[in-house]
């Protein structure tokens, strides 16, 4: 069993639906990152957060640390939305990564 | 500031040949890994260095890879020789911190394809 699961696996929307992927993580973490992936492109983080909510755009990622959760919304989706999203915990330097949700926004 | 920088971005290769990827950290970032990403997984570490020194390479399947940060900055992996099985992207990542937690910061990426 992974340390961090990720669902769903797949996830398609209309543009403009409010979007939701969940993360379960079951070790000790001392952050937790969501990170987007484009087809052909490299990572890029998008939230670290060790408490509470983050905010950026139309994206937003919240943390509760007792039930060892976090999730990541999107609202007012769009096509450029499209992209794997992937959950990562970290201990120190040691990362733990989710297996990705594959979003595609349809238009 | 520059990102991680990693050459070449595509390779295509017949099994049992070598191959080469190089990475360069963001400037003043101690810890380097190198991840391995097979289609529709996550990534996979191979190996992680403080500086020049490897702090975990339990993944790294040492027949045929090795890796080096001989100065503490930019760093080789190698493939020799080369599998079926080691189609994938291998990503390469840095982080600032020296022992905490910290934003991590991926590189495009080296897709590898083995013929």
């Known amino acids: 069993k992974n340390e961090v699961e990720q669902s769903p696996q797949n996830l398609t929307a209309q543009e403009g639906e409010f979007i939701t992927i969940n993360c379960s993580y079951s070790v000790g973490i001392s952050a937790l990152h969501w990170l987007q992936q484009h087809p052909g492109g490299g990572i890029v983080s998008l939230f670290m957060l060790s408490s509470g909510k983050k905010k950026h755009g139309r994206l937003i990622a919240t943390i509760n640390i007792q039930e060892k959760h976090s999730s990541l919304h999107i609202t007012a989706s769009h096509p450029r939305d499209s992209a794997v999203y992937i959950c990562?915990?970290?201990?120190?330097?040691?990362?733990?990564f989710g297996t990705g949700t594959s979003l595609t926004v349809i238009p | 500031e520059a990102g991680v920088a990693q050459s070449p971005r595509y390779k295509i290769i017949e099994k049992r040949q070598s191959v080469a990827f190089w990475c360069n950290p963001i400037s003043g970032h101690a810890t380097l890994y190198w991840y391995q990403q097979i289609l529709g997984q996550g990534p996979k570490l191979l190996i992680q260095f403080q500086n020049n020194g490897v702090v975990d390479d339990s993944q790294l399947p040492k027949d045929r890879f090795s890796a080096e940060r001989l100065k503490g900055v930019d760093s080789t992996l190698k493939i020799q020789p080369a599998k079926l099985e080691d189609s994938a992207v291998y990503l390469c990542?840095?982080?600032?911190?020296?022992?905490?937690?910290?934003?991590?910061?991926f590189g495009e990426g080296s897709r590898l394809t083995v013929l």
């Open positions: 990562a915990g970290n201990t120190g330097n040691q990362f733990y």
């Open positions: 990542a840095s982080i600032r911190a020296g022992g905490g937690a910290g934003e991590l910061f």
